[in-house]
């Protein structure tokens, strides 16, 4: 059964730290891995979207590595703001699969002050 | 949310009522997705539509029905027969259903049944 899982399930940081978020997949053919941020009560917002090629992929802030070796990936959030407090999500989609995503749990992100 | 729009933000039903929720995208996009987001649970597709006129069943389809009349419209409707349908709900569009394209998401309808 394709799968992806997330951890940590929360995780409460301070403003200014740097924060890493990890995700686990067992979805296969692969075709690629995205990251999306979710505030509360709003819909997702795509933060990177990664191949089978890429290795890393950067949005400001936000930076996601993929290893498909060991179907690992994980969002380093540098230098992190209040802003940044929400659910992040990670999500794996198959080849041929007309766009059909599967979605992890999500990682609920806090910066507090 | 780009350009897709979801109305209500919330809805309330009486159980045993059916309702329809409202997403329409000026994207020009070919391929819409209805998504139920539970508490701790990863999203789960509902119905998906690749084209006008044609849509498919996702992983929870049973107690919800769709139509595609229209390329910019993709209306849901939750029936009586959606035995847990309170849920936040979410729509999505895609240009085509190739899977390497992104997946834009609705800002979201909240539904409570009682």
């Known amino acids: 059964k394709n799968q992806v899982e997330q951890s940590p399930q929360s995780l409460i940081i301070l403003e200014g730290k740097n924060c890493t978020l990890q995700c686990n997949y067992t979805v296969s053919p692969f075709s690629n891995l995205r990251w999306y941020k979710q505030d509360t009560g709003r819909g997702p917002v795509s933060l990177t979207i990664m191949t089978f090629s890429e290795n890393t992929k950067s949005n400001g802030r936000y930076t996601a590595t993929l290893d498909a070796d060991t179907k690992q990936s994980s969002l380093h959030i540098t230098a992190s703001q209040l802003s940044d407090s929400a659910s992040y999500i990670c999500v794996v989609s198959v080849v041929g699969g007309g766009n059909k995503l599967t979605f992890g749990t999500g990682t609920q992100l806090k910066v507090e002050l | 949310d780009g350009g897709i729009t979801q109305s209500p933000k919330y809805l309330f039903r009486k159980e045993g009522q059916n309702v329809t929720l409202s997403c329409e995208q000026n994207?020009?996009?070919?391929?819409m997705y209805w998504y139920r987001q539970d508490p701790g649970q990863g999203l789960r597709l509902i119905y998906y539509?690749?084209?006008?006129?044609?849509?498919q069943k996702g992983d929870i389809a049973e107690g919800y029905s769709v139509s595609r009349e229209k390329k910019e419209s993709f209306p849901l409707t939750v029936t009586s027969a959606q035995k847990n349908p309170t849920a936040f709900y979410l729509c999505a569009s895609t240009i085509t259903g190739d899977s390497s394209y992104e997946q834009y998401f609705g800002p979201g309808t909240r539904l409570t049944v009682t």
């Open positions: 994207l020009n996009h070919d391929a």
């Open positions: 539509s690749q084209i006008v006129n044609d849509f």
